[in-house]
Every structure is written in structure tokens, then in C-alpha cells.
């Protein structure tokens, strides 16, 4: 067996057993690290991933706080940067989002503008999953 998973076929395992002999949906919980550029990811308090971001860079700021997703869109454009595609988009506070980045090699460092970013393939996971269990289940946490 590969030592890596693909993140849909753990997506669907940790769904699978999180929900097992439940009627309700998980509780998806995202924690953003700042100050590691890091983000968590638990469903129902189990550990799920553990992926690099990129946050704001000098000069601007990523929201912390305690936050419900309010929008999912599976490819924004921003119109306050030049159309830059944003995939798989994660809206949680104004026009800030968790949203894919095709800049993967600056992961782990504060590059953006605010949003918080991710590998695409990572972004499409944590869309996919918030949407299977619902805005109303999901809270991001970021903190300093």
C-alpha cells in the first residue's frame, strides 16, 4: 500500500467513520497557525491533515478570530488583484478566503494579501469537505 493516500480516499475514510451510525453532519474544525504558517484540519476532534499556508505578507493583514464559512466558490477571481484566479475559494470574513495558490513554492512563508493560501490539491479537499458537511458545521480559527 502506498505511504501516501490519495486526500480524496482519506477524505471519504475519515467522512466514513466520523459518521458512522450518526444522522448529523461532522464537525469540520480549521485552525490557522500565523505565526507557523500552518493550518490544522480536525473532523468531529480527530485529526484530519496538517498543511503549509501562506498568510499576509508586511504590510497587510490575515483576520484572526473565530469564523463560519459564508461562501464557497469553486474558481473566484479577484477583483482587487488583477483577476488572479482563486480556486476552489473559501469565503470567511468580508472578501477574505482560504483559496488554492499555483505559487506552491512560497507555501510556508506570509507572501499574500491577506487570504490564506493552499496547494490546489489541499484547497479541493478542505472545499470539498466543508461542503459535504456544511458551512453551518465548519469554524476556522485562526490565531496569532
Known amino acids: 500500500m502506498p505511504a501516501r493516500l490519495p486526500s480524496c480516499l482519506i477524505l471519504t475514510v475519515v ?3 466520523g459518521l458512522a451510525g ?3 453532519q ?3 474544525a480549521v485552525r490557522v497557525q500565523l505565526s507557523t504558517q500552518t493550518m490544522q484540519i480536525s ?3 480527530v ?14 493583514r490575515t483576520p484572526t ?7 464557497l466558490q469553486r474558481m473566484h477571481y479577484s477583483r482587487l488583484y488583477d483577476f488572479t484566479p482563486m480556486p476552489y475559494s473559501i469565503f470567511f470574513h468580508g472578501g477574505y478566503a ?19 493560501r493552499l496547494a490546489p490539491d489541499q484547497a479541493q479537499t478542505l472545499f ?11 469554524t476556522i480559527e485562526i490565531s496569532p
Not at 503549509?52 to 497587510?60: K, M
Open 15 to 17: 467522512l466514513l467513520l
Open 22 to 24: 450518526q444522522s448529523t
Open 26 to 28: 461532522a464537525a469540520v
Open 43 to 45: 473532523v468531529n476532534g
Open 47 to 60: 485529526q484530519y491533515a496538517s498543511w503549509p499556508v501562506s498568510t499576509a505578507r508586511r504590510g497587510y
Open 65 to 71: 478570530g473565530t469564523y463560519r464559512p459564508y461562501s
Open 98 to 116: 482560504i483559496h488554492g495558490t499555483f505559487e506552491v513554492r512560497n507555501l510556508g512563508r506570509p507572501v499574500s494579501h491577506g487570504c490564506i
Open 128 to 138: 470539498e469537505l466543508i461542503r459535504a458537511q456544511g458551512a453551518q458545521n465548519t
